[in-house]
């Protein structure tokens, strides 16, 4: 979470710096929104099935892998998000154009 907390806020400061247009704020921050989103509902599920199934079960390693699975896929979708509309600007700005 702190994790997130900082990759979140250091993305929210390189848009302002780099002045992105409303339509890449948009995207920006939907792969904010995505990765919250995603990591609250794992701990929501790791939580829930260590409460269920404390000891080792098939279906509660199945459930919690999956629920990893949705952050990482979403950890991808920000990544690429954030070099397709910080990358270019990025690279103007310490290699000029
Ligand atoms: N009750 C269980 N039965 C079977 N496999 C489990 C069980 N609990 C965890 N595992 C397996 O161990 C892995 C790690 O589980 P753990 O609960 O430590 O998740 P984690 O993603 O490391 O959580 P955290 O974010 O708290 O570190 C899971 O991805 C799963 O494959």
């Known amino acids: 979470m702190k994790f ?6 250091i993305v929210a400061i390189a848009g302002a710096v780099l002045r992105v ?4 704020w ?11 989103v995603t990591e609250l509902l794992n701990t929501g599920v790791e939580r829930a099935v260590d409460l ?7 279906l509660a390693k199945i459930a919690k892998d999956a ?5 990482l896929v979403a950890s991808l979708y920000a ?15 310490f ?3």
């Open 26 to 36: 948009l995207w920006l921050l939907s792969a904010i929104a995505a990765v919250w």
């Open 67 to 71: 629920a990893a699975g949705a952050v």
């Open 95 to 97: 290699f000029g154009s």
């Open 4 to 9: 997130h907390l900082l990759a979140s806020a």
């Open 52 to 58: 269920a199934s404390p000891d080792d079960h098939e």
């Open 21 to 24: 247009d409303a339509g890449e």
């Open 79 to 93: 990544a690429a998000v954030g070099v397709i509309v910080l990358g270019p600007p990025l690279w103007r700005a």
